[in-house]
Structures are given as structure tokens and as C-alpha cells.
């Protein structure tokens, strides 16, 4: 349920805003209330005129400050879409430190606009306005330490290196224990058992997260075992079983739903838990940089060193989480192919990339420092990539010792296979 509460929460870019609209809004009110218990205990005294003239300025600033940084945001992510992916935009949206910074911006102006207001429209004794002047200096304070940051922040918020290490963090972080292996079920052999019932969603929708806990509760209560055929960043289709129950004792209409409700459909992907989806927008960022109209083999190069880490972390960590002990025994999930995820990775790289030597090299590369960490799966796919990647770039590549260059690396990851075997 946090996975699913954290995507929603980081799409409603006007949630943070408001939030700080509220808080701006609860002091102005606190001052009012509160006013009284001060009088004559401060020996600051501000009058009316002086204070509506400060929140004034501080207002008229603050809404140039806030369109700014909206229109710096927007064309940050404009500039990504075009130059990264689409699908890397939403970062840029959504990113933490640009919410807290425009959050504190319009906070700013919203508590100066009611400030003003409460003011003009209710009696402030010399407490309350020393409250609402408290207030503003401290408001004054978090946007400063906001402004400052966000200078730094800003230049590099459209920048391709910043957009990479924001995918890559994603990856690393979805290539974890937790989400490498069973989801902490056991692996599901692709077999159903006979009397198997299948159990479909309500809705369209990609998989965004799995309450792997309440589905065991669930199970435990039928006396039973659940099949999930799908993991996160699959598509869920009411024509195709999003689940299968497996024991005597069938689930009614109601205990049924219930299952499938524990599987949580959304309108897009999940950074968070979703590593295929991190490693597309990986490849999509490479990819648009082998374009001929961009022709930038460098990020190439940058995102392959990525794909290198990233798949090590998941072959560590699948391994490891498979060796444990399955946390929810009654839960059964089909593993994550290395198959698929080596396409993910390399496919689209392979192929634009093959008339780049210095990419065509670097990918060889890659793949003989994944055939070599001991992983069967992803050895062999390491393996039957190599053998593509180099029939590409023979086709592609004009000159023989640049050939005889990419033939000697793919030559170096059979070699490091058979050292691992």
C-alpha cells in the first residue's frame, strides 16, 4: 500500500502546495487566536500599516519567485522528453527537492495574501500582529535556505547526466532483495495444479504493487495457496487471470475480489518496485542518443556502465533472496527472466549502436563482466546478446580492424562464460 500511496502522491504535483497553503493558512489563524496571550509581554511593537506593507512586498515577490521556478520546471522536463525520454519527464515533475522548494514559494505568498487579509478584515491587538510577523520571519528563513538550494538544483535539473543518475538511482534501488527474487514467496514453476481457480482483475491497469503479506493472511485463511502469474510492471487485463487459487476450499465471490484487490492496478508504471520499467527508460535514454539527429555514443557508453551495475546488484541480490527462506510460503510468483531483462538492457543499444565502434566495444565489455559473476541465466544471455551485437556491428562497421576490434571483445566474453562454468 506505500508503493501505491507514494505514486499517487508524487503524480498530484499540487499536493505538496497545498499542503503548505494549509500549514500558511493554520498560523495566520494561530496569530489570531493567540494574539491576546501576548499583549503587552513583547516589547516589539509593529504597527498595522508597517506590517501590511512588509507582507505586501513579500507577496509581490514571492509570485514572481513561484512562476519562475514552475516555468524553469516545466521547461526542465520539456527539455528532457526531447533530449532523454518521455517517460523520464515525470522525474523532473516530480522530483523531491522541486516540490519542497516551490511548495515554500507558494506557501510564502499565500501566507502573506491572508496575512494581509486578516489584518484588513479582523482586529489584531499588538500580540497578534507579532505573531503574524514571527511567522513571516521564519517563512522568510525557509525560503531563503529554499532559494539557495534551488539555484543549485536548477542547473541541473535539465541536464542528461542528471536525468541518468535519477533513473539509475531507481534501478539500483528496484533491483533490491525485495524486489529481485519471489517478492518473498516461493518461485512458481509456470505449472497449475488441476482444479486451479482463476481469479481475474476488475480493471485495466499496470501492477504497481503486491500486498504479498495480506495475500498470505488470505491464504492461510482458505487453507489454500495463491499462483501469481504476474509481478509488477505487468499489465493487468480483466480477460487474463491475474492470479490462480489452489486448495479444497474455494474462495466465494467476495473472498475472491479480495485477492484481487491485494494486487494494486494503476494508469502507469512504478518506479519504485518496477526494474524492467527502469531499465527501458535506460535503454530509451541510450537509444535516443544513438539517434542520427543527436549522435551522442557518449550516453550511450554512460548508460551501458549503468546496465553493468544495475544487473550485478539484481543478480546478487536475486540469488541471495532465493537462498533464504520464503517469508510468505503460501505465495507463489513467477520469477523475473533474465531473458527479459538483458533484452530490456541491450536490444535497442545493440542494434542503433552497432555503427558506433566505441559503443560496440563498451557493450562487448558489459557483457563479458555479466558473463563472468557466476549467474547461469544471465551468462547465457549474456552469451546469445554478444553473438547479436556482433553480427550487427560486422554488418555495420565499414572498416576491418574496427570488425576484428568488436570480434576480439565478443571473443572475450565466451571466454570469461567458460571461466565461470
Known sequence: MGDQFRLQLRESLWAPPALAALISIAIASLAYWTGGLLENVSSVSISEDSLVSLLGIFASSMLTVSTFAVSAIVSAASAIANTATPRASRLILSDGRSQFVLSAFVAAFIYSIVSILAIKALRYG???????????????????????????????????????????????????????????????????????LAIFPNDFGYITAIEMKALQNLAEELDGKIILPVRTGDFGDPGYPIAWFCGDNKPDDDQARAIADKIKLYRSRNEDNDLRFNIINLSEVADRALSPSINDPGTAIIVLDVMRSVLHRWSDNRRSADEGEAEHDRIAVVPLAASELADDAFAAIARDGAGFVEVGARLQNTLASLALIGDDVLCREALKISDEALDLALGALKLKSQQDHVRRLAKRVRDNARKAS
Open 126 to 196: 499588538e500580540g497578534g500582529r507579532f505573531l503574524l510577523f514571527m511567522g513571516l520571519i521564519g517563512i522568510v528563513g525557509v525560503v531563503l535556505v529554499s532559494f539557495i538550494q534551488w539555484i543549485d538544483s536548477v542547473l541541473k535539473l535539465g541536464r542528461q547526466q542528471t536525468i541518468i543518475d535519477k533513473l539509475a538511482a531507481f534501478a539500483i534501488n528496484s533491483a533490491a532483495n525485495t524486489y529481485s527474487g519471489s517478492l518473498g514467496g516461493t518461485h512458481w514453476d509456470g505449472k497449475l495444479p488441476k482444479g486451479a
